[in-house]
């Protein structure tokens, strides 16, 4: 079974990216059934937002098929979503039917300045091989002053990430495989946690959390946009 499994991965993943989330869209839910960060994160920002939770507007960056918005709907009045794929969107919209979800490009978001008081983003920074900056750049200019960016350096997506997390199944090399010769783009190298963060507070961010020290665990970045100053 894991092998047919990761037969079809490995023939729908001869897509780009877009074409790859779309085709597994319907499978999505159970193929990443154990989602281990996605709880994680969900209290992790509760404890950041604090007492200014519920926001007026949250955005989730490469939302999918809603897997991690679900977690967070009470921590927003209006939570608004943005994904690449449409596939991804349709299962999204039928999960959250009061959501506000979007097709669009995070390197090019389709909101304008200072939109969203908190912006988050899970198990998609991977996907940005070498663009992290403008990743960063994109949710710093939608983001409010004061407000709260929260993203995971999500190593499931990655080669090197699986290489880190020491996996030695037939999964591990399946996944490898997957990666190595479609045409998703993902990391190859993980950046350091000191290059996430120098890119982070490049993009203009105080960081306030940053990865441990050896990137197996599961954790956060997270940076807020300061304050105009009086
Ligand atoms: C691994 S899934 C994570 C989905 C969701 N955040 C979750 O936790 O279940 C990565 C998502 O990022 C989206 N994505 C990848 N590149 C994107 C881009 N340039 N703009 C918008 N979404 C993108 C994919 O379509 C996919 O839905």
Redesign the pocket.
């Given at each position: 079974m894991p092998l047919l499994k990761a037969a079809w991965l490995l023939f729908v993943a001869r897509r780009d990216?877009?074409g790859f989330?779309d085709s597994i869209a319907r499978q999505y839910d159970r193929l990443?059934a154990d989602?281990p960060g996605?709880a994680a994160a969900a209290s992790f920002l509760a404890e950041y937002l604090g007492p200014s939770a519920p926001v007026r507007r949250m955005l989730?960056?490469?939302?999918?098929?809603g897997?991690?918005s679900r977690l967070v709907t009470i921590l927003a009045r209006d939570l608004h979503g943005?994904?690449?794929?449409m596939g991804?969107l349709r299962e999204a919209r039928a999960r959250l039917p009061d959501a506000h979800l979007v097709q669009?490009?995070?390197?090019h978001l389709p909101y304008r300045d200072a939109s969203f008081e908190a912006v988050i983003?899970?198990?998609?920074l991977p996907?940005?091989p070498r663009q992290e900056h403008r990743f960063f750049a994109e949710s710093f200019r939608v983001l409010a002053p004061g407000g709260l960016f929260l993203v995971d350096p999500a190593w499931t997506?990655s080669v090197a990430g699986l290489r880190r997390r020491r996996a030695s199944s037939l999964g591990f090399f399946a996944r490898m495989a997957l990666l190595r010769l479609t045409n998703i783009t993902a990391w190859e190298r993980v950046p350091s946690s000191e290059e996430l963060v120098a890119s982070l507070a490049d993009a203009g961010f105080q960081v306030t959390a940053c990865p441990s020290a050896d990137g197996r665990q599961r954790t956060f970045l997270v940076g807020r946009k300061a304050l105009p100053a009086r």
């Open positions: 990216t877009r989330y990443v989602q996605a989730e960056l490469g939302c999918g098929t897997l991690f943005v994904d690449l794929s991804q669009g490009d995070i390197l983003s899970l198990e998609v996907h940005f997506f």
